[in-house]
């Protein structure tokens, strides 16, 4: 490649970029995911290094952010408000702190201290102190020159109009991130793009009443110029944020090595969809203020600190075709098989379409360029269709008026909304419909239902496809001379799964109801079923005796859910289950709540996994000793039970109520169990 196609090449990536920032930093509409924005920065980062002959004003190694906005008065910073380069794997780690100690000439067993705090992805801001009084506040602008938007700050209850502590600073510009949270975001969300375009929209809005409405918050990490600040390190410079009135960031930690680095950057990664802002990596800090001052800069960009990326939770790929799948209570649900892209450490190669108004609204074609976003554990699902990449093989998709099995489908009508449902289903055919019953038997084996060990969705699709089972009592006359010859299966593990399903032929009322897999009849509903009836031949005489009606009498078990018990004894696949199911199993009576009992009037929450017994289990444990369950860590809570994993958010909302934490044998010996 000669030197004109070399620069030409660069120049256009520069040109995209300067657009890109407009539309990110100006008008707070971002066209691009951030990754791919962070791809064609670092692809511009390559060519500089590569070839010294090119260069730009423009360049991101040059330049930070956008010009300031004309709608707002101009203000040089007195310290440049820098970017941050980014680290985006562990090599990136291992490099970054190579280069700090060969800079500062130590040899490879000197340890750096870091400060490690969670990128909140918002919009920065710099805060003028004098005097313990707020004066002036500025946005980032291009690094060197902010908008002064003073008052439109001084609406944010988290910034101090005054401090008056005696050993806060003379001088100084305190800086951090102003963001709206994603509880506070759902009230406001038809108004704005995502959490970031609110808080970018606010603060540029010219009535700073209107900014008001908008429940902006700020959280503070570092400071820019400074006169009289009597602090060594960062953490404890973070310290004295929270003293001054402050608010920082929860999940801030000094650590050493990049091993601690990257267990920590692994455990907030997971905790992400917990928190209720959004943030984008990890920045690491060199601890010590003497030594950040002796690495200085590099370019635009400090020595002494990187933002670890985290991994992306979107990416663009192409749907290369588009399946229906059928769900236990017959919902059809279109499915994109699209070409395998790596979201988050994840290779994800189906996401959801959602139903069949999604693909209408969204316009979504075979052969599409798409965006898929996966968060968390939710499952992958297409966000957008990107028409300006649209060709001529893009084909509509229109959507099966039957089901796979070959029964007409139907749109149901809901009374309340009086509206037609979205979801497309098949009817109510249970296991009558090929497609429904094998999500059906998935369902029968699940944790809350019969829970065989060893026996999971995985085996119910093995099996299904070798015809072994169609019904939930081909579970218990399984062929396990045939199964035994199949690959990855010996006589032992046939044997263990054989006591697995023998051992589950005793089962409580609660979770026979719950395993059939009745529509809108989840488990705390067949709880209470079960408690009413007291047995299955009470359940099935319902339909004998037409007492549907006495159900009406259970608090929590309206129409919806008696129609839907009406039309599962309706048909007659169902009752051949029930009555075959009853010859071979013990189902047991349900067992009254103890009044009185040992855990009386106490509530209860479980996080985590327990050893040897399962949350439901537990559950039903605790409500036959009088005890109740609570879903939300409250002052109604008396004990919090942890197990393994559990979640460190509840841990520490306890703690800050002062509710008792105990462990599983300490709970175990409240109901005079052993652990």
């Given at each position: 490649m000669d030197k004109i196609k070399i620069n030409k090449e660069y120049q256009k990536k520069i040109k995209d970029l300067i657009k890109l920032n407009k539309y990110y930093y100006e008008l707070s509409k971002p066209l691009v995911e951030d990754q791919e924005y962070d791809q064609i920065k670092s692809e511009i980062f390559s060519l500089e290094?590569?070839?010294?002959?090119?260069?730009?004003?423009?360049?991101?190694?040059?330049?930070?952010?956008?010009?300031?906005?004309?709608?707002?008065?101009k203000v040089f910073h007195k310290v440049s408000m820098l970017s941050l380069s980014n680290a985006f794997s562990e090599e990136d780690l291992i490099n970054f702190e190579k280069k700090i100690?060969?800079?500062?000439?130590?040899?490879?067993?000197?340890?750096?201290?870091?400060?490690?705090?969670?990128?909140?992805?918002?919009?920065?801001?710099?805060?003028?102190?004098?005097?313990?009084?707020?004066?002036?506040?500025?946005?980032?602008?291009?690094?060197?020159?902010?908008?002064?938007?003073?008052?439109?700050?001084?609406?944010?209850?988290?910034?101090?109009?005054?401090?008056?502590?005696?050993?806060f600073p003379t001088d100084i510009d305190i800086r951090g991130e102003v963001f709206i949270g994603n509880k506070d975001f759902e009230k406001i969300k038809d108004k704005f793009a995502n959490p970031r375009n609110a808080a970018s929209g606010s603060l540029r809005q010219k009535n700073p009443n209107d900014t008001k409405k908008i429940p902006l918050k700020f959280i503070a990490y570092t400071f820019g110029h400074e006169k009289g600040m009597k602090v060594k390190?960062?953490?404890?410079?973070?310290?004295?944020?929270?003293?001054?009135?402050?608010?920082?960031?929860?999940?801030?930690?000094?650590?050493?090595?990049?091993?601690?680095?990257?267990?920590?950057?692994?455990?907030?990664?997971?905790?992400?969809?917990?928190?209720?802002?959004?943030?984008?990596?990890?920045?690491?800090?060199?601890?010590?203020?003497?030594?950040?001052?002796?690495?200085?800069?590099?370019?635009?960009?400090?020595?002494?600190?990187?933002?670890?990326?985290?991994?992306?939770?979107?990416?663009?790929?192409?749907?290369?075709?588009i399946d229906i799948q059928v769900g236990r209570t017959g919902a059809l649900t279109p499915v994109a098989k699209i070409n395998p892209l790596n979201i988050g450490g994840v290779v994800v190669?189906?996401?959801?379409?959602?139903?069949?108004?999604?693909?209408?609204?969204?316009?979504?074609?075979?052969?599409d360029t798409v965006v898929v976003e996966r968060a968390g554990d939710v499952i992958p699902h297409v966000v957008s269709v990107d028409v300006k990449k649209r060709k001529k093989?893009?084909?509509?998709?229109?959507?099966?008026?039957?089901?796979?099995?070959?029964?007409?489908?139907?749109?149901?009508?809901?009374?309340?909304?009086?509206?037609?449902?979205?979801?497309?289903?098949?009817?109510?055919?249970?296991?009558?419909?090929?497609?429904?019953?094998?999500?059906?038997?998935?369902?029968?084996?699940?944790?809350?239902?019969?829970?065989?060990?060893?026996?999971?969705?995985?085996i119910v699709e093995n099996f299904w496809d070798l015809k072994l089972v169609r019904l939930p009592q081909d579970i218990f006359n399984l062929n396990y001379k045939k199964i035994e010859s199949l690959d990855?299966?010996?006589?032992?593990?046939?044997?263990?799964?054989?006591?697995?399903?023998?051992?589950?032929?005793?089962?409580?009322?609660?979770?026979?109801?719950?395993?059939?897999?009745?529509?809108?009849?989840?488990?705390?509903?067949?709880?209470?079923?079960?408690?009413?009836?007291?047995?299955?031949?009470?359940?099935?005489?319902?339909?004998?005796?037409?007492?549907?009606?006495?159900?009406?009498?259970?608090?929590?078990i309206g129409e919806t859910q008696i129609n839907s018990i009406k039309n599962f004894f309706k048909n007659k696949t169902n009752l051949n289950i029930i009555n075959n199911l009853q010859k071979i199993l013990n189902i047991k009576k349900a067992i009254e709540n103890k009044k009185g009992g040992i855990l009386s009037n106490k509530t209860f929450m479980l996080t985590g996994k327990l050893n040897g017994i399962s949350r439901a289990e537990a559950k039903s444990l605790i409500e036959k000793n009088s005890g109740s369950i609570i879903s939300n860590v409250s002052k109604k809570l008396d004990y919090l039970i942890i197990g393994e994993k559990p979640t460190n958010r509840k841990i520490e909302a306890a703690k800050e109520l002062n509710i008792k934490i105990i462990n599983q044998s300490e709970w175990l010996r409240l109901i005079n169990k052993t652990g």
């Open positions: 290094k590569k070839y010294n002959f090119l260069k730009s004003e423009d360049s991101p190694s040059k330049k930070v952010g956008y010009r300031p906005s004309k709608t707002f008065k100690i060969n800079f500062l000439d130590k040899d490879s067993s000197f340890e750096i201290e870091y400060s490690a705090e969670p990128k909140i992805d918002g919009i920065s801001a710099s805060l003028t102190y004098q005097k313990g009084k707020f004066i002036m506040g500025l946005s980032r602008g291009d690094g060197k020159e902010g908008e002064d938007i003073t008052q439109n700050l001084k609406t944010i209850n988290d910034i101090p109009k005054e401090i008056l502590i005696k050993d390190k960062q953490n404890e410079y973070l310290q004295r944020l929270t003293e001054w009135g402050f608010k920082t960031n929860p999940l801030n930690k000094t650590l050493k090595g990049v091993q601690n680095l990257m267990n920590n950057y692994y455990e907030i990664e997971k905790k992400r969809n917990e928190i209720d802002f959004d943030i984008d990596g990890i920045v690491y800090k060199i601890n010590d203020f003497d030594l950040q001052k002796r690495l200085g800069n590099v370019a635009n960009s400090p020595r002494w600190a990187i933002a670890h990326k985290f991994s992306a939770n979107k990416g663009i790929s192409k749907i290369l075709n190669s189906n996401a959801t379409l959602h139903n069949e108004d999604e693909i209408i609204r969204k316009d979504i074609r075979i052969n093989e893009s084909k509509k998709f229109f959507f099966p008026k039957k089901c796979p099995c070959g029964y007409e489908t139907i749109k149901e009508y809901n009374k309340i909304t009086k509206k037609f449902d979205a979801v497309r289903r098949c009817p109510d055919r249970g296991f009558d419909c090929d497609r429904m019953a094998k999500e059906r038997l998935k369902h029968f084996v699940s944790k809350e239902g019969f829970n065989i060990d060893g026996f999971g969705k995985k990855g299966w010996g006589k032992q593990s046939v044997l263990n799964l054989k006591y697995a399903i023998d051992d589950k032929k005793n089962i409580s009322f609660e979770r026979f109801i719950y395993s059939l897999g009745i529509r809108h009849i989840g488990f705390e509903n067949a709880k209470l079923i079960a408690k009413t009836l007291k047995s299955s031949e009470s359940f099935v005489n319902l339909s004998k005796d037409d007492k549907f009606d006495d159900l009406l009498n259970i608090d929590g």
